[in-house]
């Protein structure tokens, strides 16, 4: 499985950002996909996922605020990030996931929030 992560920038606080993750090679071992976020000093921790049946998960802090979708047609999920706050910031990483827990990661994609 091979994941390609997009949509990463600069903007401001309040702004939005849409991420994108599409996923090639053997997809049909995924059964969930998600995003990753990974600050300075901080740990990776999870930010939202979705499993193939549509089921979200949200991290306590984005909720209301982003947004995971998938489009199965095209093997992609994203990641609709509105009213952005400086702690944000980070690089967003791309997640699939399959039954046996093995996970995939994409490449990173750098969100900066400007306050």
């Known amino acids: 499985v091979q994941l390609q992560a997009s949509g990463g920038g600069l903007v401001q606080a309040g702004g939005s950002l849409k991420l994108s993750c599409a996923a090639s090679g053997s997809i049909f071992r995924i059964n969930a996909m998600g995003w990753y976020r990974q600050a300075p000093g901080n740990q990776r921790e999870l930010v939202a996922g979705i499993t193939n049946g549509g089921v979200t998960n949200y991290a306590d802090s984005v909720k209301g605020r982003f947004t995971i979708s998938r489009d199965n047609a095209k093997n992609t999920v994203y990641l609709q990030m509105n009213s952005l706050k400086p702690e944000d910031t980070a690089v967003y990483y791309c997640?699939?996931?399959?039954?046996?827990?093995?996970?995939?990661w994409g490449q990173g994609t750098k969100v900066t929030v400007s306050s």
């Open positions: 997640n699939a996931a399959t039954p046996l827990l093995r996970n995939y």
